[in-house]
């Protein structure tokens, strides 16, 4: 056996029991310090620092409103936007793409979500046409499109269509289950006693079965045991033979067993072994067995930030690096070791918990409430900096329960590990932090996920197909020749938005035909307009691109389990639903008007005319020639033509100026002439030259009619006419108050099973919040949910549970 391992826990002990016998003789092998201050260069150290660079990386979180919904309900979400690396709000990204997917990983509902400081809201609306079942919420942005969409924020989340029948239950299959091996450090190597975790999952719901078996040779002896810790998660120690084949055998809960081959035994190799013994101190052993002594190095990096790099040479095939804890950064670190050749031949995970967190205190006056009750909440945050919170307070039921994962355990586990994690708010409550075992088998189990290494060292540049939208929102489209398909370089487009406030954008196609709009502020779904200019071009084609992800996960769902025991609680989510629209539906389509610009995108106009302060005429020549001084019409052959005043040189520009009529270009002059100026309210001229874009145009007339929709102008027909659902329009929540006798007497039933949602808390160090909502007439329990991030990256949350039964209490 190997000097460096871990004693394996005897049978009922729950501690950590990871331990390194400090046997080690230094004459055959030294112990070094690792530090990140060592000065010493590698390739891969300055191959990941470009990589960071170069791939910037955005974690999103979501706080979604609770688990389990009802067809016809309001789904409610908070998005949060960190920096990967710093765990800090970041402020890059002004659009999320927040989608709901069924199982088949279609898109059922689709959102573009408003971000500033890192932060941003949003609600799906979910309509009667959804079938009951398990659905997935998935967000993003833009420029997280140009990594694996492993990395998007992916929940879980039941919708039940409580107007059909529920599924019929499958009938139960036959238990089954999974064995999975993980040796520390990636291998086992013949002669070096090694570590090994392994998972045993159930099939059926995929959590962690508590199985236990032996691990047996060849000649079916016993050389190790199997008992999971935690979630089906343990660990066994042996020391893997040359030429042996090793197999697990777990005994099933109907007496049968099932048998697992363990990963081949190298005779040439590396593996990588940690032991967290002490207070100060990580010690790492690399061992290399069929290979001659050489050098090697060791770097650790907590998400690309650098906390240990150190060369050494192995001695008899092994060294222990000796990294100090107090240049660790909070979270995962990934230590890896590189071979001579700059191969990367073994890694390690290592978790350390936050060492500040955000402390949120939720009080409440009371435990237990009246129907119609007013509750008020006092929020305090233990933190130098200002809080963004989001609450949320809904019903507990056989349907829903306590959410299993927040804010911290996302940020800190979820989003950088491979696969589904049972349970991941355990491992931030008291017993999950004091149990530093489980901890450690995640981390054997699971694995890094945000990169592989192969990716980093390669000499070729990241190149990123998709853009940060640092502004606004990117629309892509696409420029073809319609004979061919081919696509069509150089062409200078036009996209108008139809409305109030005027949007305009020109753009010309790239090399391979490809467009870009940024539509800043643009909001709500409306018509957009792509074209050029048929006067000159009139043989293409015009697409505009779906700015939502294409690609997807294999994450498979967690089957849906509705038995007929549930069936009371579902009765009543109908009701509630149904009672909400029929009493309150026209208190629920409340939404904020965005603080946006509402002038035109040409700003302050040369000339403005309202039309309706001049004599109207039935003819838009008399209207041109008689009233708008700084456009001079002239007719040239059969058609007109518009000559709008250069004022700032006092001369007159010969070609026609951009003309627009509700942002639409209009290109041929008589059609404009054409339209019945009383369908005008509003006619502007820039009388000079203006540049928008990669354009420069004589001059400016716009047109506007009294409703901003074209009028009925008829468009070109090879234009492109096509609705487009632009930034989600903030939705307020609303809650029915109970403040007076007579609110409290009204007979309106109030069957919420959401009291309360609130996505925007501010809280500033050391003061106190009050936060307010009123009880419905459901008795029951319920949960209030608490969790953000301070401006410093501190993740909080807080769970409070209240009760309310009883009378409606009438106001004193």
Aim: charged content about 20%; glycine content about 6%; hydrophobic content about 35%.
């Amino acid at each position: 056996m190997s000097n460096f391992q871990y004693n394996q826990p005897q049978p009922g002990r729950r501690r950590y029991a990871l331990r390194t016998m400090f046997c080690l003789a230094l004459g055959i092998a030294g112990i070094g310090t690792v530090s990140a201050q060592s000065g010493q260069q590698h390739e891969a150290l300055n191959s990941l620092q470009q990589h960071r660079q170069a791939s910037l990386q955005e974690k999103l979180y979501l706080h979604i409103d609770r688990p389990v919904y009802a067809c016809g309900d309001e789904m409610w979400f908070k998005v949060y936007n960190v920096d990967g690396s710093l765990h800090q709000p970041l402020d890059m990204s002004k659009v999320t793409y927040v989608e709901l997917l069924d199982a088949d990983q279609k898109p059922a509902l689709q959102a573009k979500v408003a971000m500033k400081d890192g932060a941003g809201s949003g609600y799906f609306q979910l309509p009667t046409t959804l079938q009951t079942g398990n659905y997935t919420v998935r967000a993003y942005t833009s420029w997280m499109k140009n990594f694996d969409p492993e990395f998007y924020f992916q929940q879980q989340v039941t919708i039940i269509n409580t107007f059909e029948q529920l599924p019929k239950q499958e009938a139960p299959k036959a238990k089954s289950y999974t064995l999975q091996f993980f040796p520390e450090g990636g291998s086992l190597l013949a002669g070096i006693a090694s570590n090994v975790a392994f998972k045993i999952s159930d099939n059926q719901n995929g959590k962690g079965a508590a199985l236990v078996g032996q691990v047996l040779n060849q000649e079916g002896d016993t050389v190790a045991v199997l008992a999971p810790h935690k979630f089906g998660m343990g660990r066994f120690a042996f020391t893997p033979q040359q030429g042996k084949r090793y197999t697990a055998k777990l005994q099933l809960p109907d007496g049968s067993t099932l048998e697992q081959a363990l990963p081949q035994v190298h005779e040439r190799g590396y593996t990588l072994q940690l032991a967290d013994s002490t207070d100060q101190y990580l010690h790492l052993l690399v061992r290399s067995v069929g290979k001659p002594d050489e050098q090697v190095y060791l770097l650790g990096h907590t998400r690309q930030q650098v906390v240990s790099s150190e060369r050494a040479l192995l001695q008899n095939g092994r060294y222990v690096f000796r990294v100090s804890k107090d240049v660790l950064t909070d979270g995962i670190t990934h230590f890896t070791v590189f071979n001579t050749a700059g191969q990367p031949v073994s890694e390690r995970l290592y978790f350390k918990h936050p060492a500040k967190e955000l402390a949120l205190q939720v009080a409440a006056p009371q435990q237990q409430y009246n129907l119609r009750d007013k509750v008020s909440l006092a929020l305090q945050a233990s933190s130098q900096t200002p809080a963004n919170l989001s609450m949320a307070v809904y019903k507990l039921d056989s349907l829903q329960l306590a959410p299993q994962t927040h804010i911290a355990s996302y940020v800190w586990l979820e989003s950088d590990l491979k696969g589904s994690i049972e349970n991941p708010a355990w491992y931030f409550s008291d017993a999950g932090q004091s149990d530093r075992q489980a901890m450690d088998n995640l981390m054997l189990t699971h694995g890094w996920s945000r990169f592989t290494w192969e990716k980093v060292i390669e000499k070729e540049p990241a190149r990123h197909a998709y853009l940060p939208e640092n502004h606004g929102h990117l629309l892509f489209g696409k420029v073809t020749h319609k004979s061919s398909g081919k696509p069509a370089p150089g062409i200078m487009t036009y996209l108008a938005s139809p409305g109030q406030p005027i949007r305009f954008y020109n753009a010309q196609s790239n090399a391979d035909g490809k467009l870009l709009f940024e539509l800043k502020d643009y909001y709500g779904n409306k018509d957009l307009v792509l074209q050029s200019d048929f006067s000159k071009d009139s043989t293409y084609h015009f697409e505009l691109l779906s700015p939502f992800s294409a690609r997807y996960t294999s994450r498979p769902l967690a089957p849906l389990q509705l038995t007929e025991s549930r069936a009371g609680d579902i009765t009543a989510r109908h009701m509630q639903v149904q009672v909400e629209h029929a009493y309150y539906g026209a208190y629920r389509n409340r939404f904020s008007t965005p603080g946006i610009d509402s002038s035109a995108f040409y700003g302050q106009p040369s000339e403005r005319y309202l039309l309706d302060d001049y004599k109207r005429f039935k003819v838009m020549e008399e209207v041109m020639r008689e009233y708008v001084q700084g456009v001079q019409v002239r007719t040239r052959g059969r058609s007109f033509h518009f000559m709008v005043m250069n004022r700032p040189y006092k001369a007159i520009f010969r070609q026609n100026p951009m003309v627009l009529l509700d942002g639409v270009p209009v290109f041929n002059i008589d059609k404009i002439m054409a339209f019945d100026p009383l369908k005008v309210k509003q006619l502007d001229v820039i009388a000079s030259r203006f540049f928008h874009g990669p354009m420069a145009y004589e001059g400016l007339v716009s047109y506007q009619t009294y409703a901003g929709d074209l009028a009925g102008f008829e468009l070109d027909s090879r234009a492109l006419m096509q609705a487009y659902e632009g930034l989600q329009q903030k939705r307020e929540f609303y809650a029915p108050a109970y403040d007076t006798p007579e609110q409290k007497s009204s007979r309106l039933a109030d069957f919420r099973n959401l009291l309360h949602w609130a996505p925007e808390i501010k809280l500033a160090p050391g003061k106190e919040e009050q936060v307010s909502f009123y009880t419905s007439d459901q008795p029951g329990t319920y949960l209030v949910v608490v969790q953000g991030m301070t401006a410093s990256g501190e993740t909080g949350y807080q769970l409070l549970q209240i009760k309310v039964n009883g009378p409606v209490a009438q106001k004193q």
